[in-house]
Nanobody, 124 residues
Framework: QVQLLESGGGSVQAGGSLRLSCAAS????????MGWFRQAPGKERELVAA????????YYADSVKGRFTISRDNAKNMMYLQMNSLKADDTAVYYC?????????????????WGQGTQVTISS
């Protein structure tokens, strides 16, 4: 099993930046596909960005392309989400997750391990 812990959320004005971190323990992140999800009030949880296992493929939601960057440091067992040019619509609880990470790495259902979430609030 792997345990995940997010940090770095907060409140910023529109146009600002935040960097989310996800610390993993228990097993190497390189063994998993990894993703950042978010859930806004009254909405379904959605995938923001993800790596397939071994980072062969990277996915970004259309809504964040060009603004968000996902990265990972396998040596530190960490994953990051750099978020720039933030908008009010980015307001949500952000979760990191780990799963099998094969060809279906963009599907929420393949993610078995989740962090507790970190709140991101963007004021306009």
């Amino acid at each position: 099993q792997v345990q995940l812990l997010e940090s770095g959320g907060g409140s910023v004005q529109a146009g600002g930046s935040l960097r989310l971190s996800c610390a993993a323990s228990g097993r190497p992140l390189s063994a998993y596909g990894m993703g950042w999800f978010r859930q806004a009030p009254g909405k379904e949880r959605e995938l923001v960005a993800a790596f397939s296992r071994n980072a062969v493929r990277i996915y970004y939601a259309d809504s964040v392309k060009g603004r968000f960057t996902i990265s990972r440091d396998n040596a530190k067992n960490m994953m990051y989400l750099q978020m720039n040019s933030l908008k009010a619509d980015d307001t949500a609880v952000y979760y990191c997750a780990a799963g099998a990470g094969g060809s279906s790495y963009t599907l929420l259902s393949v993610y078995d391990y989740w962090g507790q979430g970190t709140q991101v609030t963007i004021s306009s």
